[in-house]
């Protein structure tokens, strides 16, 4: 489960950059970006993994490896990287 507690995270979308030397899909980059989103509007709430995976149409696991192979870090480092106490 990931608790989201935290105030909305400055330029969420934006942080989305493009990791090594070669283009990712573009397809991938969408879900990444909607998920992003997602997270930016639904940070206050109890966000759990399945159901942010849901809104993107995938399953946790790929959720997970394709959120961290196009940010550079999991979802719940991305979600508390700014604010790790939750406040």
């Known amino acids: 489960m990931l608790r989201t507690t935290a105030r909305t995270l400055p330029g969420a979308v934006g942080f989305l950059q493009p990791r090594g030397g070669y283009q990712k899909g573009g397809a991938q980059r ?5 998920c992003l989103q997602y997270i930016s509007t639904h940070l206050r709430e109890d966000l ?7 809104e993107c149409g995938l399953c946790s696991r790929s959720l997970s490896l394709k959120f961290k192979a196009e940010v550079g870090c999991g979802i719940p480092e991305y979600i508390h990287r700014d604010n790790p106490h939750g406040v």
Do not use: G, P
Not at 30 to 34: E, G, L, R, S, Y
Not at 48 to 54: K, Q, S, V, Y
């Open 48 to 54: 759990r993994l399945e159901e942010l995976a849901h």
């Open 30 to 34: 969408a879900v990444i970006k909607n």
